[in-house]
């Protein structure tokens, strides 16, 4: 007799999902605390928006470069400022700080006027269809801590990200792709815990898309799909064999679901990477040669690929931690940044548009923190970390379109008007997702945990 009965079994079980386990939510799915986490729900009220697209600008882009224009800041270059905050008077080399004039031009463009700068001269032709944010402002300096709160509403400790919040609230439109997908050349500050699920069940995890010419590993089956359908026939057999003789067990009918839904993600990815049938048209507007699978273009272009196809939140990370918008030794750094991703935005704001999608799917573009109005000298190359004040959008789904919100003071340096908190903005986004920010919650550790934490208001200022 076979001294371990079982060990057979889980050999063929592991052999029939070989080439399928295609990224880590699809195992950690195995622990979700429901039959089925993924199965779409409904949110607390009609909600606005059915997908999110969030664009994140690492390191840091400075406001008054680009979408805050200070003309005080231009008059007053040079003069002394009084360094009476912690953050500036503690630091070496602080102790005297001046006033440092944009370097870029800003104009009005649009009906509605919003001025941006020359670094955006792409984006400015698409400011009536956006909500800009002048008024935002974060709880702490650091990379990876104001990072880290962008993503999870906690600037201390790992916490779900927004994307996971999203995927556990709504489910997923399509079974046969992730729910929540993150495509970024390189990690940014704070790791995979930007995208991670933390204690949310492991199906909400973001699933990471590197470009390339293979974007998402282990998605060629090992083994035909012939066969793959036979062994996925026979494992199912057993399973609701198994299933039929006990009481009703979420775990395993998650398991079951999960085999299924890996087995279609071999045929679903490739056909959402696959750009062949693009125009050649659109992927000039995205910057893109023909066969080219890397770039924020291709990244842009994947996102608006991906959201008609039911994923429901993409974010796309422009850099890594390295050679990003953090400008300490000079501000001309912006200038090959804002051109790599200028065009790819607006021709995906122009794409969704042209295709009906901007009515139900939120675009957010966001950066970390901003960038001081000064520096140590007026004559200083560079801008340090700025998180009294910076710039944030929005716009598609319920979105009043053209408008400008809130404002800095007139040097930049202070939120004054209307200030929108990192906790606002994410009570914000849940709200056009159809969410109470309150009302989403995840029990763990015996606490009700929520992204906004125990902050938060919705700026309704900004909803259409």
């Known amino acids: 007799m076979d001294s371990c009965p079982n060990c057979h079994r889980r050999s063929f079980l592991k052999s029939a999902v070989a080439g399928s386990l295609l990224f880590p939510g699809i195992v950690e799915q195995l622990l979700?605390?429901?039959?089925?986490?993924?199965?779409?729900?409904?949110?607390?009220?009609?909600?606005?928006?059915?997908?999110?697209?969030?664009?994140?600008?690492?390191?840091?882009?400075?406001?008054?470069?680009?979408?805050?224009?200070?003309?005080?800041?231009?008059?007053?270059?040079?003069?002394?400022?009084?360094?009476?905050?912690?953050?500036?008077?503690?630091?070496?080399?602080?102790?005297?700080?001046?006033?440092?004039?944009?370097?870029?031009?800003?104009?009005?463009?649009?009906?509605?006027?919003?001025?941006v700068s020359t670094l955006f001269p792409h984006l400015a032709e698409c400011v009536d269809d956006i909500a800009m944010i002048r008024s935002m402002h974060t709880?702490?300096?650091?990379?990876?801590?104001?990072?880290?709160?962008?993503?999870?509403?906690?600037?201390?400790?790992?916490?779900?990200?927004?994307?996971?919040?999203?995927?556990?609230?709504?489910?997923?439109?399509?079974?046969?792709?992730?729910?929540?997908?993150?495509?970024?050349?390189?990690?940014?500050?704070?790791?995979?815990?930007v995208y991670s699920n933390d204690f949310l069940p492991g199906v909400h995890q973001g699933t990471l898309v590197v470009p390339g010419a293979t974007p998402v590993a282990n998605v060629t089956p090992r083994t035909p799909a012939a066969r793959q359908e036979l062994e996925l026939a026979a494992?199912?057999?057993?399973?609701?064999a198994h299933l039929a003789s006990r009481e009703a067990d979420p775990l395993l009918t998650a398991r079951m679901r999960s085999f299924e839904t890996a087995f279609g993600m071999q045929m679903a990815v490739p056909e959402a990477f696959d750009f062949s049938q693009e125009s050649d048209a659109t992927l000039e507007s995205y910057g893109l040669q023909r066969g080219q699978s890397t770039g924020f273009g291709w990244q842009c272009l994947a996102a608006r690929r991906l959201s008609e196809r039911g994923v429901r939140f993409v974010e796309l990370i422009d850099t890594g931690s390295s050679n990003n918008w953090d400008a300490h030794g000079d501000m001309m750094t912006h200038v090959g940044l804002a051109k790599n991703v200028d065009q790819p935005i607006a021709a995906l704001l122009k794409d969704l548009k042209q295709r009906g999608m901007m009515e139900d799917t939120l675009v957010v573009w966001t950066t970390e923190f901003g960038r001081t109005p000064f520096n140590n000298t007026a004559d200083a190359k560079g801008r340090e970390h700025h998180p009294w004040a910076f710039s944030s959008w929005l716009a598609g789904a319920g979105v009043k379109s053209g408008i400008v919100h809130g404002a800095t003071d007139e040097h930049g340096m202070r939120a004054v008007?209307?200030?929108?908190?990192?906790?606002?903005?994410?009570?914000?986004?849940?709200?056009?997702?159809?969410?109470?920010?309150?009302?989403?919650?995840?029990?763990?550790?015996?606490?009700?945990?929520?992204?906004?934490?125990?902050?938060?208001?919705?700026?309704?200022?900004?909803?259409?």
């Open 32 to 115: 979700a605390d429901s039959g089925d986490p993924l199965a779409a729900r409904e949110s607390h009220f009609p909600a606005k928006a059915k997908r999110v697209i969030f664009l994140f600008m690492t390191g840091g882009v400075s406001h008054v470069d680009t979408f805050d224009p200070k003309p005080a800041l231009t008059r007053d270059h040079g003069r002394e400022v009084k360094a009476d905050h912690p953050e500036i008077k503690d630091r070496p080399g602080y102790e005297r700080i001046f006033l440092k004039r944009p370097q870029w031009e800003f104009s009005p463009h649009g009906q509605s006027g919003t001025e």
């Open 417 to 464: 008007v209307n200030p929108v908190h990192v906790h606002d903005f994410h009570a914000t986004i849940l709200h056009l997702m159809g969410f109470d920010h309150e009302k989403l919650t995840y029990r763990h550790a015996g606490r009700d945990y929520r992204l906004t934490d125990v902050h938060g208001r919705v700026v309704h200022d900004l909803l259409a």
């Open 139 to 193: 709880s702490h300096s650091n990379h990876y801590n104001a990072t880290l709160g962008m993503h999870t509403g906690s600037f201390t400790f790992a916490r779900p990200s927004i994307g996971a919040w999203s995927s556990y609230g709504l489910g997923t439109l399509n079974r046969n792709l992730p729910s929540f997908v993150v495509i970024a050349p390189y990690q940014t500050y704070a790791g995979t815990q």
């Open 235 to 240: 494992l199912r057999s057993m399973n609701e």
